[in-house]
């Protein structure tokens, strides 16, 4: 009866994978075929006179064993040979010399023989299943995707796609103010596929600059034929993006294809992104146009480049010098980003200001603490003027000081001036 309720088991297994395993039948036969030929070579030194034929539409399989007819006292093989009043047993006519063919049970073998067997088909078939999701989803890294949350917690969701597989979307792939329950369902970018182990995990992302970029190939039909090129994205996820577009065509307005009429093309997209702002910007090869593009709505009075360094320094008026810097510095940040330059940003001096006024920042170290000073100079500024005349933002980001140290930096360079 033991024997007969392993058997069972081994049948319940094959139907698993048949019904849950991402297998092709072809490579499933094969598996389960050379699985009960090791065992059987390992019990009796060949598998070479069986055959096993595995049937996994059914679930079921059988295994034959081909021996020789020998005469009774010649008999040296059981597994290979069969003495001929064995054979004539089972049908009179068998002589010495001729094969025959019975069927084994493989319940024969024992108990641990089929205890072993389920174990090295579990293992083949689980690396095998791994495999094929390794191969499914590395030939899809840089496409979208939808899957339904199964699980949230706080460093990541696990999702799931509709066969089944696990997915990723871990808390910095996320954009900031995603918020998921179980059972919705996400689009997002599969961005890679990590195989340690041969333990593949597909991570996904939201906040990756191809995730826009693949939902506006979606969203704007002239990109997706080829007639508008997206040539870079920027994004900081959830706040803003800014992305370069450019036409072949001359007939074609590439950033109103893809804004769309009153931003119908685009209002999918920003909901998407969780109300992240998209700016579309005509790309060009002319680099300061590019970035006084990038600055947009501020209006710059001159651009100096330094190619070999990456670096330009942009003059505005004092009224456009907000405009160009944006909320939280996020205009002048991302135009950086999607240009490649290091942008430097300077007030227009007011008429009658001249550099005789200046003061070197080296002579305040008696009021203003060294490490400061020396913060300041690392970012190119050297002067009390270029600090009055550089933005509030990007002392503070740039030179990495908190805001009240930048305030009271300001604070006691004007008061030198206020005084003179």
Known sequence: MAKKAETISLIDTFKEFKELKNIDRATLVSVLEESFRNVIAKMFGTDAN????VNPDKGDFEIWRNRTVVEDDKLEDPNLQISLSEAQAIDASYEVGEEVTDEVHFEEFGRRAILN?????????LELEKDSIYSKYIDRVGTLITAEVYQAWKKEILMLDDEGNELLLPKSEQIPTDFYRKGETVRALIDRVENKNNNPKIILSRTSPLFLERLLELEVPEIADGLITIKKVARIPGERAKVAVESYDERIDPVGACVGVKGSRIHGIVRELRNENIDIINYTQNTALFIQRTLSPAKITEIILNEE???AEVHLRPEEVSLAIGRNGLN???ASMLTGYTIDV???LPEGETEDEDIYLDEFR??????????IKSIGIDTARAVLNAPRE????KADLEENTVDDVIRILKAEFDEA
């Open 50 to 53: 069986y055959d096993v034929i």
């Open 394 to 397: 990007m002392l503070i980001e």
């Open 309 to 311: 360094a990456r670096k």
């Open 366 to 375: 008696d009021e203003i603490d060294g490490w400061v000073i020396d913060a």
């Open 332 to 334: 002048i940040k991302l």
């Open 117 to 125: 067997l389920r174990q090295a088909l579990s293992a083949k078939i």
């Open 346 to 348: 300077f007030r227009d």
